[in-house]
């Protein structure tokens, strides 16, 4: 491995516990537990209507055992509903709350700062060079199945 890639992953590394640490702070201050995926739950379902319970763990990629307990806390806070799926009768349609939707916008508010905290020392330049590359990375993640 080349000193270059080893610094990479080193990087990569720094930033992802650093952003972890941050996140988890912010979303305990707003009454959410960490590393569970309700942040992105809320998130999704701020710009989703209804959906079922796949289509949230499909695009959240969570799996549908931890979607169904995060689900379930969400609901006892009162942040979402579930109604049947007329067209499935297994199935709920998942929508917000009016309580979901302010902690959603709450949600989007402090993502939006993180962000503004990502890109601070960067010019419009470095980040469009920055944002094409980790496509790139993301691409190769998603297609190499091997680690």
């Known amino acids: 491995m080349t000193i270059q890639k080893q ?9 992802e516990l650093l952003k972890r640490r ?16 309700q942040a992105r739950i809320l998130v999704y379902l701020s710009s ?9 763990a499909d695009r959240c990629m969570l799996d549908v055992t931890t979607m169904s307990r ?4 969400l609901e006892e806070m009162g942040l979402i509903s579930r109604q049947r799926d007329p067209g499935c009768r297994r199935a709920y349609q998942i929508g917000l709350t009016e309580a979901g939707r302010q ?3 709450e949600v ?21 060079s920055l944002t094409t590359g980790l496509k790139k990375v993301k691409e190769s993640l998603e297609t190499d199945e091997r680690m």
């Open 108 to 128: 989007n508010r402090g993502f939006e700062r993180l962000e503004e905290m990502l890109c601070r020392e960067l010019s419009e330049e470095e980040i469009g």
């Open 7 to 15: 610094s990479l992953r080193e990087i990569l590394f720094q930033i």
């Open 103 to 105: 902690k959603a916008e």
């Open 48 to 56: 989703h209507s209804s959906v079922t319970q796949k289509e949230i």
């Open 22 to 37: 941050k996140v988890q702070r912010f979303l305990l201050d707003i009454g959410l537990t960490p590393g569970q995926g």
């Open 70 to 73: 995060v689900l379930n806390k």
